[in-house]
């Protein structure tokens, strides 16, 4: 089938940007078009509403009549049930089966753990692209199985492709992940500036340079905006502004890939920029044309199906089933993590759900405050029977509840972080606003947010909280004793329960709980805990707790 005519006919979005390799001189222009598929941000989903069924397709159809390529762009191996149970296996096992060409790291990469990762990397066939990460310790580089860069031949002409993965993962992920005896170890050549990550790739692209690459493809996995809404210093846009020798920027996000964008690079050149769209959405298709030219497409639905894929789907899913499709609870409600015009608040809110997650963490290790930051409750509680899979949802990344004494000042430090982005609305143009992953649901205590006051947090060039500096916006923090709430007194000790993410990683960048005595270290597996309580201190009997929030959490 003719590669025109099959995109027309699945509505495919086709986008001919008109850009010659003018200001390249003596290149080797492909003998035929050089195609390279693109998938991102995936997050464990396989099948609907495209998979690995119809990429692998894809793959062999544009193959016929063209030089073609299939790459990933990272947060691939986690996000659902899928990813969960087989901790990213099942996600290797198809992208093998699909012929995967190259694939980046992406923060979600690191939610089961390096060593996890690791093995991720030793079964998988594809070559993983790390241009900006390296190890710094003395014992296992558990990444020691990526690369900076590959150059492809093409009959002659040498593609060359080069794959950044986002600074902020030390802190987007656990910080735990990427240290030794308390010591990080891995450099992502991070900087608050991005200096340090421009030259890192800069490097890597005069490099292939030299080699003879006559096209250079980067693949990115990085913040497209910052908290502001401006272009992060981490950004594919910021990147290409502060670099030169790039052609072609794929870059994993929820943005559409039919939205090509632009940025320029230090010469001044236009470079464009498309987008994976995430969940597999769509499937993004880059070709360099035999005259040099670049232009860009997207599916949003493909008919053929690679057979063998499909039945390794099919016999995956069995197994997933099997494992998680069991009765582990009952709520006799449901619990969102959205309001009632469907703005995910979970972030930027009180919630009914993170108030049963922070009990839950509170009351497992009988703590005076349980924590949950915001952006580990992924999903809502559904009414009626709950199975793994529905618990696995809500804290799908296997985060141990931890415990340990700090003092009144490290509570007030914490919620002061948390609350560093909320604003007095939480919708913005029918998206939320305000949103920060850090922000804390409590238990055992309430606060209150004054969005009038600009946040006195100080960061370091890795995102983590340095002073507080400024008016605060977090007031009447208080501790319930008894009944009755009464103030947090800041010199007084407190016991705190939550994930190790915020307990022992700096979670989010939220340093202020990591000094004062760990009572309980990894006690159990969040999403186990869930389970727990909801069994053994609820009795199933969630209503009359949760029917609505109780006002711990107050925004001005």
């Known amino acids: 089938m003719r590669f025109k005519y099959f995109l027309s006919i699945l509505n495919c979005v086709f986008v001919i940007l008109g850009l010659s390799s003018c200001g390249k001189k003596n290149i080797n222009l492909p003998d035929k078009n050089i195609n390279i598929i693109f998938t991102g ?17 894809l793959k062999k159809d544009l193959s016929k009549s063209s030089h073609t390529v299939l790459v990933d762009l990272g947060d691939a191996i986690s996000g659902t049930i899928t990813g969960t149970v087989s901790k990213g296996m099942y996600i290797v ?22 060593r996890n990762f690791s093995n991720c990397l030793k079964e998988s066939k594809t070559v ?26 093409f009959s002659g002409t040498k593609v060359a492709f080069l794959g950044v993965t986002t600074p902020t993962s030390m802190i987007t992920a656990n910080p735990e992940n990427f240290m030794e005896e308390g010591k990080s170890v891995y450099d992502f050549a991070e900087s608050k500036d991005g200096g340090n990550f421009f030259r890192r790739v800069q490097k890597y692209i005069d490099i292939v340079k030299k080699q003879g690459a006559d096209f250079v493809i980067l693949l990115s996995h990085l913040d497209n905006f910052s908290m502001t809404g401006k272009h992060s210093v981490f950004s594919p846009f910021t990147l290409v502004n502060h670099t030169s020798g790039i052609d072609c920027v794929l870059a994993a996000t929820s943005i559409d890939s039919k939205d090509i964008q632009y940025a320029r690079n230090i010469s001044g050149k236009e470079i464009p920029i498309a987008f994976s769209g995430e969940n597999f959405s769509q499937i ?5 044309s035999t005259e040099g030219n670049f232009s860009f497409s997207a599916l949003s639905s493909y008919e053929n199906k690679d057979s063998a894929v499909t039945e390794s789907l099919i016999e995956i899913a069995k197994k997933v ?48 405050i349980g924590f949950a930051n915001g952006g580990a409750i992924r999903s809502s509680l559904p009414q009626g029977k709950i199975t793994m ?23 007030l430090d914490a919620l002061e972080f948390g609350a560093q982005n909320t604003l007095a609305q939480v919708e913005s143009e029918g998206k939320p606003a305000g949103e920060f992953g850090g922000f804390l649901q409590v ?45 947090i007194a800041p010199r007084n ?25 760990l009572l309980m270290d990894d006690l159990i597996v969040d999403n186990q805990a869930l389970i727990f309580y909801l069994t053994d201190f609820l009795n199933y009997d969630v209503s009359s707790k949760y029917n609505k929030t109780e006002g711990r959490i107050t925004v001005e």
């Not at 993983?128 to 590959?150: S, V």
């Not at 009952?330 to 469907?342: A, M, P, R, V």
């Not at 009914?352 to 839950?360: F, H, T, V």
């Not at 939550?498 to 990591?514: E, M, P, V």
Request: hydrophobic share 35%.
């Open 321 to 368: 089933d099997k494992e998680i499709n069991e009765q582990v609870a009952f709520s006799d409600i449901q619990l969102s993590i959205f309001n009632e015009d469907g703005i995910r608040i979970v972030r930027s809110r009180e919630t009914a759900i993170g108030n049963l997650c922070a009990d839950a963490y509170r009351l497992i290790c009988q703590a005076d």
């Open 493 to 517: 000790s407190y016991t705190v329960a939550s994930q190790d993410f915020l307990i022992k990683c700096d979670g989010d960048g939220n340093t202020a709980l990591k000094e004062g005595e």
């Open 284 to 288: 993004g298709i880059a070709t360099i």
């Open 128 to 153: 993983y692209l790390n241009t900006n990460i390296r190890y710094t310790g003395m014992n296992e580089d558990y990444l020691e199985e990526t690369f900076p860069y590959h150059i492809k031949d």
């Open 443 to 487: 238990s055992g205590m309430r606060y209150t947010i004054d969005t009038s006051i600009p946040s006195p947090i100080v960061v370091s060039e890795k995102g983590k909280m340095t002073d507080i500096h400024g008016y605060r916006r977090i007031k009447n923090a208080e501790i319930l004793r008894n009944g009755k709430y009464i103030p």
């Open 389 to 411: 899979a529905d618990i696995i949802k809500i804290n799908p990344f296997d985060n141990k509840i931890c415990c340990r004494k700090v003092t009144g000042q490290q509570i």
């Open 41 to 57: 941000s995936v997050h464990s989903f396989i099948s609907k509403p495209l998979g690995y069924q119809h990429v692998s397709a």
């Open 93 to 114: 096992q198809l992208m093998n089966e699909a012929e995967y060409d190259y694939a980046i790291i992406g923060n979600h990469e690191f939610d089961f753990g390096m």
